[in-house]
């Protein structure tokens, strides 16, 4: 899919595909999972070389950031939403003081929004655009990292305060519903921890467009250069905080994993207790089967009902001495 902008006072769409004529106007091509014919065009009206997906993807530093001349080819991840969740992307830049090229391998909510507000973007240049995309993504991650924190802080309130917990403020670790639920959590978490992870993947990336487009982009305007040196503090300080959400969803993991273990060990217990109080009237009954004829109690009346009597107290003392310890 190609998409155009372009505009003096403000930044305006152009349709190219209709009118290929309006492509000597425009200043900014939007490519997305472009067609062969489409990136034949955009090449065509520009004359930039544009990358290819391949190398879009490329992890090395030198690979991604490189420049000829006055022309910056720029790559980073680029975190998607889908309807399964955040999925990674990527992205690549080609900035030069006439066109801005993006190509994008899928969709991305930051693009799409900014696209929405382009006739708000004024003193427009390839370089502005370039910078103001920067900062829209940027703006996306901090909200994506604000949300999955909302996330964790709600996870954490259920996990210590509501969800497992008892009339009186002690685990109550037993139950489908609750071993369900420690599941469920777990899901979670592994959703956020992966989130997180695409997350500071494309901040990492934009940070580094932005250091290296200071050095490398002499012809850059003042105010765009001012405008990433503000950008690369404000990574930083993402960065930061992503570290904490990841050290927040570890511990609440570890959690998760202790209750779990809690309601395994629980289970143990109980059928631990459960074979020793049965080991005396199996004894006891053994004992009575023997049929022995000198067995006292074979001739007595009451011998049916004495026999029982001892089972049922060989159980239940045992069931008695362990709760008052504290056992059960």
Known sequence: MLKAYGGGGALVSLDVLRDPGLATQA????????SPEELAFVTRETGLALPKAADIVEIESSSRLSSDGDVLTLTMPLVSRTSEGLQAGACGFVVSPRWLVTIRLAPSLAFTRFAEAAHLVHHVEAASVFVALLEAVVDRLADALEHLRDELDQLSHEIFHHRFAGAKGDATIRGRKTEAALQATLLTL????????FLRDSQLGVGRIAGYAQGAGEWLPGPVVARLGTLEKDVASLNEYSTHLTDKVQFLLDTTMGLINISQNSLIKLLTLVSIVGIPPTLIAGIYGMNFHDIPELGWRYGYGYAWTIMIVSAV???GIFRKKGWV
């Open 27 to 34: 200043l900014w091509f939007d490519l997305e999972a472009p």
């Open 190 to 197: 592994g959703r956020d921890y992966e989130a997180i992870t």
């Open 317 to 319: 003392l045992p069931l």
